[in-house]
């Protein structure tokens, strides 16, 4: 009956040593969470600028097109727009982001972003990352001071 006994109590103790160890992995699965980035990304004719912050606005990393190229006229290429994303992929990283919820931004007045744009969203879908939602923040004046160049526009 003794003997009984202290197997019984062996079990209880494998067993409790068995959900302390379930504890400690769950523990560890909390604290390797998937975090959310906002994607700030302003798309011009002549540049590419991404900006990624946390959720409180805190900066986590900026890559613009000049940092990646030197040639003027390729800041706001789509090519050089993957590379930017490539580069935030791997500073972004680190940081355990995996989602971005992305706003673009175009130049004020003008009807659509720049040629970036798309490519960045689509290569960091390639390299992994999540896309929850995509925001269009481009300025729109309402009324305001008169545009220059006259009642026929700006003429060559």
């Known amino acids: ?27 560890k699965a909390t ?6 980035a906002i994607m700030n990304i302003y798309t011009s004719f002549n540049n590419t600028i991404v900006h990624v912050t946390d ?9 613009t097109g000049g940092m990646i190229t ?12 993957m ?6 992929a ?5 940081s355990g982001i995996k989602s971005f919820f992305v706003r673009i931004r175009a ?11 798309h ?12 896309i929850l939602n995509i925001l269009d923040t481009t300025r729109m004046p309402r009324g305001g001071p008169k545009v220059k160049g006259g009642r026929r526009g700006r003429r060559p």
């Open 55 to 63: 959720m409180s606005g805190k900066t986590i990393s900026k890559v």
């Open 119 to 130: 490519s960045i969203v689509k290569s960091l879908t390639r390299d992994g990352f999540k």
């Open 70 to 81: 030197k040639h003027d006229r390729l800041k706001a290429n789509p090519t050089i727009a």
């Open 31 to 36: 604290v390797s969470k998937e975090s959310e």
């Open 83 to 88: 590379f930017i994303s490539k580069r935030i």
């Open 107 to 117: 130049k004020t007045r003008n009807p659509a972003p720049g040629p970036g744009a």
């Open 1 to 27: 009956m003794v003997k009984e006994k202290i197997e019984n109590n062996e079990e209880m103790n494998e067993a409790e040593e068995v959900e302390v160890e379930e504890k400690k992995i769950s523990k």
């Open 90 to 94: 791997e500073e972004v990283k680190d």
